[in-house]
């Protein structure tokens, strides 16, 4: 079964410090992953994308890592900002169909000054 | 006004109402989703538009009737809906939903729903 699963469900940290959100997934084949950061109120938006032959990418303070092999992916967040408190959602897509995302539940930052 | 936009962004309504959630994207996009989000648990894909044609529904009770008169406008139609049907309903275009395609979803703000 098709599944992607996120650790921890919420994290507090202090303004300023890093932090390491995880996603395993199941998906198979693989095509590519996306993190999405969602504010409060909002609609998710994406952070970055990762396709198999990309280990690492960076956007900003925001570094994705996939290990395909192992089928983990993990986005660090460095010196982190009260802004940076949201849901972040990790989304897998297989190759077998246009539609087939698969979502995380998703974890809950907050950062505390 | 650029992006996704949805109306209402909050709605409560009783069992026996009829209401219609709306999207609206100035994207230039051919695809448009509707998805639900509930508490701790992960989106849930409900329906897809391709040029304006439904491509895809992902067993959703008939209580939820989407409609897409165009590429820029999605509404979701409910109809006696249930406590459980509660959510966050969150609206998505994409350039085109091809197969193998990478394309980025772009979401709106969302609906926040209460069914009373």
């Known amino acids: 079964k098709n599944q992607v699963e996120q650790s921890p469900q919420s994290l507090i940290i202090l303004e300023g410090k890093n932090c390491t959100l995880q996603?395993?997934?199941?998906?198979?084949?693989?095509?590519?992953l996306r993190w999405y950061k969602q504010d409060t109120g909002r609609g998710p938006v994406s952070l970055t994308i990762m396709t198999f032959s990309e280990n690492t990418k960076s956007n900003g303070r925001y570094t994705a890592t996939l290990d395909a092999d192992t089928k983990q992916s993990s986005l660090h967040i460095t010196a982190s900002q009260l802004s940076d408190s949201a849901s972040y959602i990790c989304v897998v897509r297989d190759q077998t169909g246009a539609n087939n995302l698969f979502f995380g539940t998703g974890t809950r930052l907050t950062v505390i000054p | 006004e650029t992006g996704v936009t949805q109306t209402p962004r909050h709605l409560v309504m009783g069992m026996t109402n009829k209401k219609s959630l709306k999207c609206e994207q100035h994207?230039?996009?051919?695809?448009m989703y509707w998805y639900k989000q509930s508490a701790k648990k992960p989106l849930e894909l409900m329906f897809v538009y391709n040029f304006k044609e439904q491509t895809e529904n992902n067993s959703v009770p008939s209580r939820f009737s989407p409609e897409c008169p165009n590429s820029s406008h999605l509404f979701l139609h409910l109809h006696t809906l249930q406590p459980e049907d509660s959510a966050l309903y969150l609206c998505a275009s994409s350039p085109a939903s091809a197969s193998g395609s990478v394309y980025e979803q772009y979401f709106g703000p969302g609906t926040r729903l209460t069914v009373t």
């Open positions: 994207l230039g996009h051919n695809a």
């Open positions: 996603c395993n997934y199941t998906v198979s084949p693989f095509s590519n």
